[in-house]
Structure formats: structure tokens, C-alpha cells
């Protein structure tokens, strides 16, 4: 998690939702920002990690009311994988591949 302050006062935080990381977990950090006053919050979540995005997400918009603001985007990330060979005289592989994500931000 990244924070990032402007000339306006304005508090930004990034969460990187992972989906391995019980909801509760990234609901908990992300209330305690946006407690804040003048506090925007970017939620990312890359791949299998994208509903869990949402589901936080949705999650702090009934905690705080419907009184929170959500502007969503999602984009594709190109990963590169190093696959290292089975045999010791092959040489390393790489493969690209393309994993969607998705960018949530929160403010009041």
C-alpha cells in the first residue's frame, strides 16, 4: 500500500487487493482511510483478484451509507513469465500473457 499527498490536502492511498487476503483484512484498512477527512482511496486488483476488488468495494459502500463516490476503470496488463527448463542444456522460455485488472477509486 502506497500513500501520496497533493498540494490540495488531499490524502491518497492505493490498496493492492490480493485474493489470498481475507476480505475482511482489506475492508478493515480501507475504512480506516476513508474515515479520514479529505481522503481518496484506489482500489487494484489484477486477474482472479478482480471480484474481490469489487466485493471490497461494494462492501465499503454499505458500511459508509451509499454516501461514497466509486469511478471504475479496467485496463490489461502484459506479464512476462521466465519458464526455466527441464533439462540443464535447454535455455530459458519466456511467455507473455495478458491478465485484466481493474482500478477502483474512492472517494466521499
Known sequence: MSSLSTSESVLVKELFVSSKTPVQCHL????????????????N????????TIDVALKLQEKFHNTIKLDI????????????????DDDY????????????????
Open 93 to 108: 522460455e519466456a511467455r507473455t500473457r495478458s491478465l485484466s485488472s481493474i482500478h477502483i477509486k474512492i472517494t466521499k
Open 45 to 52: 486488483g489484477l486477474g482472479k483478484a478482480i471480484n474481490t
Open 73 to 88: 476503470q479496467t485496463s490489461t496488463a502484459d506479464i512476462k513469465d521466465i519458464l526455466e527448463p527441464l533439462n540443464e
Open 28 to 43: 478493515t484498512r480501507a475504512a480506516k482511510h476513508l474515515e479520514l477527512d479529505n481522503s481518496v482511496l484506489i482500489l
